[in-house]
């Protein structure tokens, strides 16, 4: 069967003629005829196989899609479609695109970043120019309020009328002080500790707030040291690190509840 079939098909007879003249169906004759090529005139020529090969033709040429689509007169997504296996002009690798868009949004925020920054320095120094220099009575608003923010209070189940202050920014400790001393009270009348992770150098955190109080070092008690904990990813580290810096004031009860009428007027309570 196999032996006739091929030998009808290679004196050029189609598949519906084979199996008219063998009595077959394509169950039997499609393995009869693997492997077999079909003769040429069984070929549906293919409309646009000669624009295809043009196509081909202007892009290794180096013209781009747009070019190649306008001369031959077919749409871009054809060009693509006969050329995508070619090389194209100016084409990028995938690592090419990426890094060129890096590049770019580097660039970007390059330019944008200072930009930004500047503004918010003329906006912060803006705000400083309509401040100005404070008076007596304006830093003793501005210190009780500070102080009620971060120093520590009295509670309805814990009466405790001590002043006591605690910060890590430099210029907020800079300017409590200058409020206690509007307040009347007297450098040697404040008790400081050093808050700080036993990781870092504590010994240059003490001299650090020594010198920005410029208070001795006998008013300076004991560092009180965090734990490590492995498991904790921590940001405040490096040489800008200095922990936290506690004031506390002696026979501080009368200022306590001083800031707390002060406070109390400044938030209108």
């Known amino acids: 069967m196999r032996e006739q079939a091929v030998a009808l098909r290679r004196a050029g007879k189609s598949r519906r003629e084979i199996k008219e003249i063998l009595g077959i169906g394509n169950s039997t004759l499609d393995p009869a005829l693997r492997g077999e090529s079909p003769p040429l005139w ?7 196989d000669e624009q295809r090969g043009k196509a081909r033709a202007l892009c290794a040429g180096g013209a781009t899609y747009d070019e190649i689509a306008a001369e031959l007169g077919v749409s871009k997504g054809s060009v693509s479609l006969w050329v995508r296996d070619m090389p194209r002009r100016g084409r990028l690798s995938y690592e090419e695109f990426r890094q060129r868009n890096a590049d770019g949004v580097s660039r970007y925020w390059q330019a944008e970043s200072a930009r930004r920054e500047a503004l ?3 906006i912060s120094a803006t705000g400083a120019d309509e401040i100005g220099v404070l008076s007596d009575r304006e830093v003793l608003i501005a210190g009780a309020i500070a102080y009620w923010c971060e120093g520590s209070k009295s509670k309805p189940h814990r009466r405790e009328d ?3 202050f605690i910060n890590s920014d430099p210029r907020l400790v800079t300017f409590f002080l200058r409020f ?3 307040a009347g009270v007297a450098s040697k009348d404040l008790i400081c500790r050093v808050y700080i992770h036993e990781t870092a150098d504590v010994a240059a ?3 650090f707030w020594q010198d920005l109080t410029g208070l001795p070092h006998d008013q300076f008690r004991q560092p009180s040291l965090k734990r490590h904990n492995p498991r904790t990813i921590r940001k405040n580290t490096g040489d800008s690190y200095y922990g936290c810096l506690t004031i506390a004031v002696r026979r501080s009860t009368v200022l306590y509840r001083q800031i707390e009428g ?3 007027a400044a938030m209108g309570a």
Do not use: G, I, N
Request: charged fraction near 30%.
């Open 205 to 207: 955190a003490e001299k």
């Open 162 to 164: 001590r002043v006591t």
């Open 180 to 182: 206690l001393a509007a």
């Open 42 to 48: 069984t070929s549906r020529p293919r409309a646009k």
């Open 120 to 122: 918010r320095q003329q």
């Open 262 to 264: 002060w406070a109390a």
